[in-house]
Structure formats: C-alpha cells, structure tokens
C-alpha cells in the first residue's frame, strides 16, 4: 500500500501540548505525513492536581518545524463555545481552512463519586464533553460548506465503568454516543465522525498516581502513546472507510468497540413476576460484566489522594 498522507490538509488536535502525551503524538504523526496542524493546549489547567511540569502547545509545534512541517499553536480553552470558535479561527487564520479535528483535551479526576466535588465533576463534563461539542460546532459549517471534514473524538475503555472514575467515564459515554449522532448528521455533507479508544503513558496518568502504580510500570514498558495514533490518523484520512465507529488501539493492539443486544424475551402479557422468572433468558448472550485489564485490578493502582477544594 501507499503512503497515506495529508498534504494540503489542516488538522486541528486539541490537548496536544503534553510530553509524554496521546494528543503530541497524533499532532506529530498528522504532521509528518503532510498535514498543517493547529496544536491546541492551555499549558496549565490551574485547577488540577499532580502535574509537575506545564503542557506547551508552542513544544510541540516548534518540534514539528523542526521535523519540517507546518503547525501553528493555541492556547484557547476548548471549555467555553468562545474559546473553541477561537481554535477554530485559528487554523482558518493560519491556513484557510479546517478538515480534520481531533477533539483530545480532556481531564480525569480519579476520587470515589461521594467524594468528588459538584464543582470537579462539572468541569469534567465542560471539558471533556462539552469541549468537544463546541470545537465541532465551530469547525462544522465550514466542514458542512466543503463537503468535507474528519472528526476524531477520544474516548475512552472507562465509559465501560472503572472504579474513581464516575465523572470521566461520563463524559466519555457521552461523547461516544455523540459521535454516533454526529456521524448521522455528516454523512450528507461528506463529513465523517468516529471515535478512538487510546491507551498510554500520559502526563494525566503519571499525575493521577503514584510513582509506585503497577499501571505506571507497565505503561512505561508497554503503551508508548505512538501506537495509539495510527487509528487517529486513519479515522482522519480523505480514505476513511468508517463514519460513527468506535476503534480502541492501545500498545498496538486494535479492535472495534460497539453496543450490543442480546435477543432476549417478547411476552405481550409481561408482568413483573413473568419478567422476574424469564430474567436469565433477557441476559443470555450477554458478555461478561468483569472488566479486564492487562495491568492490574484498577482498584490495586497506587492512586494519589483527591483532594477536595
């Protein structure tokens, strides 16, 4: 096969500016293969905890002209309509157009759900949720004037339900069932919606947990964020095959994620006992309700405190 590239398209990845982070590899990996790339991120978000170092949009863009590509850095946020309509000016403001968003930017806050504040719990939602909708509200009309546009939203495996994990696997759940919709309304105007599992060593990772996390270590032996980024590049590509698909690629490992039924039970004369007797034929088919990991049980991770503010 031939080198897929992206000469002449503009790409916009959102949450970019982290080293180690999913976000840079995409942007770096879009870049090489000919992309001009808006590489969005607001450095420091100053209401969360455990970072050591800021994230730099202008790193990873200088890093691309020095691989000699072409990119631009923003530092709006993606959390308010204003700030995602600037992303967006930015790339038309840098190349003329926008043809691929790659909505990353997103924060977890790891902390039991009675324990998590209303206030943290919001900005997740803001963030990882609504930053996505008002990025692709913004890039939309000109997508929907061209008859072209990829978006590539991040998901994530813990909209399946991890522990400490309440907010973020709620706003992931979301923004899967977002996609979908988006995929339906784009597919008149040659605009194709999918979504990407990831999985990697990540600066939101490293400061949700201790040094001492088995999942730290086996991160770093096992899921450099590189190898998530082929899916990204590919959902992102003018040869896309899929609209309104989920595709987790973790540490090289690729899969298709999707909602399932199983054939359960008709009964016009349902009752609650009828229900109550005939319930193991409703889930029968019905995978596993155990969720696997390759690491460790997630509640055996070394997780760094919450702190209420």
Known sequence: ???????????????????????????????????????????????????????????????????????????????????????????????????????????????????????????????????????????????????????????SGSMAGYPWQTAYAASKGGLFSFTRALASDGAAHGIKANSVNPGGLTRMVTAAQESTSPFIQFAKEHLPPELSSPAVALLAHESCPVTGECIECVGGDVRRVYLAQTAGISDRALTLEKLAARFDEVLAGAAEGRIRHDAADPREWHIKPYQRR
């Open 1 to 155: 096969m031939s080198e897929l590239r992206f000469d002449g398209r503009t790409a916009i990845v959102t949450g970019a500016g982290g080293n180690p982070g999913l976000g840079r590899a995409h942007a770096l990996l879009l870049a090489r293969r000919g992309a001009n790339v808006v590489v969005n991120d607001i450095g420091r978000d100053p209401e969360s905890q455990g970072y050591a170092d800021a994230a730099s949009a202008e790193a990873v863009a200088a890093e691309i002209h020095a691989l000699g590509g072409k990119a631009v850095a923003d530092t709006h946020s993606v959390a308010t309509e204003a700030g995602a309509a600037a992303i967006v000016q930015t790339a038309l403001d840098a190349f003329g157009a926008v043809d691929i968003l790659v909505n990353n930017a997103g924060i977890c806050i790891v902390a039991d759900f009675d324990t998590i504040t209303a206030r943290d719990f919001q900005r997740t939602i803001d963030i990882n949720l609504m930053g996505p909708v008002w990025t692709t509200r913004a890039a939309w009309p000109h997508m929907k004037r061209r008859g072209y546009g990829r978006i590539v939203n991040i998901t």
